[in-house]
């Protein structure tokens, strides 16, 4: 069975099921499609990596559901000269292309968690931005660095509601064995707050964060960008809100942080 019939079946038995239960289905059934691709993606990383020679990486970033744009190398390349690093000695990667709909599990969307996977685990990719939803639920799985380890208790207060905050507790609820049998059987308990709004999102296919107050201890994970200049510039999440953070595991933070800087503010 070819690839696109095999996905089109899975279509099929999962069109009546709801968000959370796609969404999972498509971890469990294409885990291993998934990480076999990620151990060939890899290869190719570490290929292109030595194509490029001399000129390093200054900073790599996806943009998930930004509207494929052929102006991404004019981004990253306003990006290096707005920061004063210079484009001929320097590559800045943006990957506009990637597109995750957890409402349609298809090609693209196997292709695109491939290669967000890929360059996390080859300690590749730096910067994560993607549409409220997809944020949440990358940030949910921990890939994101807390934003309190590179700006100041001052910083983030100033910056006010473009902060996305991630409670720890609701973190420590995906990681659980609790969480793992809510997956198994649907059932959770009603008076975990953290179950409530997982159960919620799997309903409506729309996470709602609890305020910040509410919070067991609030970690600032990405910053909300709207009426971005250097997006509008290029196309990108044209008329919408999305969400950007550092991966946890990112080796070019300074850059990272250089590059939250400049969608936010310009």
Not at 39 to 48: D, Y
Request: aromatic residues 12%; negative net charge; glycine residues 6%.
């Amino acid at each position: 069975m070819s690839i696109r019939d095999e996905v089109k079946e899975q279509q099929d038995k999962m069109k009546d099921k709801d968000f959370k239960e796609k969404w999972d289905y498509f971890w469990e059934y294409y885990k291993f499609h998934v990480m076999t691709a990620v151990v060939a993606l890899l290869f190719i990383i570490s290929g292109v990596k030595s194509m490029l020679g001399e000129k390093p990486t200054y900073l790599n970033v996806i943009l998930v559901n930004s509207a494929p744009s052929t102006f991404e190398n004019t981004l990253g390349k306003d990006f290096l000269e707005a920061t004063g690093v210079n484009p001929s000695e320097n590559v800045c990667f943006i990957d506009t292309t990637a597109v995750l709909n957890p409402d349609n599990i298809d090609e693209v969307a196997i292709a695109t968690t491939q290669k967000i996977t890929a360059n996390i685990a080859a300690k590749e990719l730096d910067v994560l931005g993607a549409d409220y939803n997809n944020f949440f639920q990358y940030a949910g799985q921990d890939v994101f660095a807390d934003l309190s380890a590179y700006y100041s208790k001052k910083d983030l207060e100033a910056m006010g509601d473009s902060v996305l905050y991630m409670d720890a507790g609701y973190i420590e609820y995906i990681a659980s064995d609790e969480y793992q049998d809510y997956l198994s059987n649907g059932t959770y308990d009603e008076n975990n707050k953290y179950a409530v709004l997982c159960a919620e999102a799997a309903k409506t296919g729309s996470y709602t964060n609890l305020p910040k107050e509410e919070m067991k201890k609030p970690i600032p994970v990405g910053i909300i960008i709207n009426n971005s200049k250097a997006y509008e510039k290029t196309g990108l999440y044209s008329g919408k809100t999305s969400v950007a953070g550092i991966i946890a595991n990112s080796t070019r933070t300074e850059a990272a942080v250089k590059f939250l800087d400049y969608i936010h503010q310009n």
